[in-house]
């Protein structure tokens, strides 16, 4: 996991599984002894993932919100979808500036090479 995951998670407040796991592991039903009873925490969880969504696409430039799929309905679809769409020129920016940083020099020597 790279450091930038770490510190995400570390200061996620405990919603970090919303982004990171596809699917709710909050059951909707208890189970007990064949009844199936309301789970509690299922509703805590609509509601926090409603409301990591909702902050994620909140603080979105309309710009990158039309990059967001419409059929997000929760905060891990909305923050793969984002994932999918800016990653790769995260990466490619990424590899330019690299290259830029290596061709600096100081004098007649590459950066590189001090």
Known sequence: MEVWEE??????EGL???????EN?????????GNKSPNP???VWIINDGLL???LLGTMKEDIL???IEEANTAYEVWTSLEQQLLP????????LKNMLMRIK????LLMNI
Do not use: F
């Open 41 to 43: 925490l299922y509703q």
């Open 53 to 55: 969504a909702s902050w």
């Open 7 to 12: 510190e995400r998670k570390e200061k996620s």
């Open 89 to 96: 020129v995260t990466v490619e920016k990424e590899g330019n």
């Open 16 to 22: 970090y599984h919303h982004i990171s796991i596809s």
């Open 66 to 68: 039309s990059m967001v």
């Open 25 to 33: 592991l909050v059951k909707k039903h208890a189970d007990k002894e």
């Open 106 to 109: 100081k004098g007649p020597v």
